[in-house]
Structures are given as structure tokens and as C-alpha cells.
């Protein structure tokens, strides 16, 4: 509990605003309200002194000690940080079709050193719709993230489309993606 103390009467402890101001009321507190504010710095865990005797705002004691705005606190603070949110287009990482794999959407992460990672130019039409027909026949997850870029960009030739020959080979094979 709080204890006796000599009290600077400046300012309001709960709001840090003067007290001089007369057109705001202001209440001493005794041994009852001291004892109510004290449980309410306790359900906040704040950590501030009060004392017998000390003056505040009459309308911060009421806001700082009602129980609906407390409980209000403490749901908004076990609330979990993070919303389950729907996916937005807009929060994607945005895709490159002249530095990005078609398949995977990763780029080239040894910059040619690697022939299995190395990105390869599409050069025909028909690679495109051969791989629309696999999308179609695995019906997966994958195939469908590469079935709308395909379908987004329709002359992936004309957009300088590039993939890696590892992931061109696992989709079409109907493996996961390396």
C-alpha cells in the first residue's frame, strides 16, 4: 500500500497536467480513495505512488478507476499482436517475369554459377500452352500459381519469361517444388 507522505500538490498524478487550473475540479484524496486508486494502479500494473491527501482531477480518478475501461485494457493487451487478416494481392511479393523463375518466382541466388539454377529464357509459344495443360492435369496449389502467371502474362516470350530447368523438370514431373 501507499503511504504517508508529504504531497507536491503541482500536478495531477494521473494525468501530469497543473492543478492551478479552478475550472477543473479537483478532489483530495482520504484513506477510502486512496485504497480504491491503489487497486486500480494494481489491475493496470502501473507503478506510481499515491498518498492520503493528494489531489487530483476528479475526472481522471473516475476514468483511471472505472472497471469497464481496465477490462478494456486488459483485453487489448492479451490480444494477440498479429490479425488474421485476408491475404491481399497487394501484400504479395511482387513477381518479375524477366528476373524470376515462372515456376518457383525465386531468382537466380548464384547468379549463374549453378547450372541447375540457372535461369533459362522461355523462347516459344508453345511452352506456354504445354505447361497450361500440366496445370490442368496436376491441379495443385503449385500448378495453380503457375497457371495464373501464365494466364496474367499470355506471350511469356514478348516478357522475357525466364525459369529454372531444376523447377521446370519437378513441375512437369509432378514433384514439389525444389
Same mark, same amino acid.
Request: one cysteine or more; hydrophobic letters at 30%.
Given at each position: 500500500?501507499?503511504?504517508?507522505?508529504? !504531497?507536491? @500538490?503541482? #500536478? *495531477?498524478?494521473? =494525468?501530469? #497536467? $497543473?492543478?492551478?487550473?479552478?475550472?477543473? &475540479?479537483? !478532489?483530495?484524496?482520504?484513506?477510502?480513495?486512496?485504497?480504491?486508486?491503489? %487497486?486500480?494502479? @494494481?489491475?493496470?500494473?502501473?507503478?506510481?505512488?499515491?498518498?492520503?491527501?493528494?489531489?487530483?482531477?476528479?475526472?481522471?480518478?473516475?476514468? +483511471? $478507476?472505472?472497471?469497464? !475501461?481496465?477490462?478494456?485494457?486488459?483485453? %487489448?493487451?492479451?490480444?494477440? $499482436?498479429?490479425?488474421?487478416?485476408?491475404?491481399?494481392?497487394?501484400?504479395?511479393? %511482387?513477381?518479375? +517475369?524477366?528476373?524470376?523463375?515462372?515456376? =518457383?518466382?525465386?531468382?537466380? &541466388? +548464384?547468379?549463374?554459377?549453378?547450372?541447375?539454377?540457372?535461369?533459362?529464357?522461355?523462347?516459344?509459344?508453345?511452352?506456354?500452352? $504445354? *505447361?497450361?495443360?500440366?496445370?490442368?492435369?496436376?491441379?495443385?496449389?503449385?500448378?495453380? #500459381?503457375? %497457371? /495464373?502467371?501464365?494466364?496474367? *502474362?499470355?506471350?511469356? &516470350?514478348?516478357?522475357?519469361?525466364?525459369?529454372?530447368?531444376?523447377?521446370?523438370?519437378?513441375?512437369?514431373?509432378?514433384? /514439389?517444388?525444389?
Amino acid at each position: 500500500m501507499a503511504e504517508m507522505m508529504d !504531497v507536491d @500538490n503541482d #500536478e *495531477c498524478i494521473l =494525468c501530469n #497536467e $497543473t492543478l492551478s487550473d479552478s475550472t477543473v &475540479p479537483t !478532489v483530495k484524496l482520504g484513506e477510502k480513495g486512496m485504497s480504491g486508486l491503489q %487497486k486500480a494502479i @494494481n489491475a493496470r500494473n502501473d507503478s506510481f505512488t499515491i498518498a492520503v491527501e493528494q489531489v487530483v482531477h476528479v475526472h481522471c480518478r473516475k476514468e +483511471y $478507476t472505472n472497471t469497464n !475501461v481496465i477490462s478494456a485494457l486488459k483485453r %487489448k493487451l492479451s490480444a494477440p $499482436t498479429e490479425r488474421n487478416s485476408k491475404n491481399l494481392r497487394s501484400q504479395e511479393v %511482387k513477381f518479375n +517475369y524477366k528476373t524470376n523463375c515462372l515456376f =518457383c518466382g525465386q531468382g537466380d &541466388p +548464384y547468379q549463374g554459377r549453378k547450372t541447375d539454377f540457372k535461369l533459362n529464357p522461355i523462347m516459344t509459344l508453345d511452352y506456354s500452352s $504445354t *505447361c497450361l495443360k500440366i496445370c490442368d492435369k496436376l491441379n495443385s496449389p503449385w500448378s495453380d #500459381e503457375v %497457371k /495464373d502467371r501464365m494466364l496474367f *502474362c499470355p506471350d511469356l &516470350p514478348a516478357a522475357d519469361a525466364v525459369y529454372h530447368q531444376v523447377c521446370s523438370t519437378n513441375f512437369r514431373t509432378g514433384r /514439389d517444388v525444389p
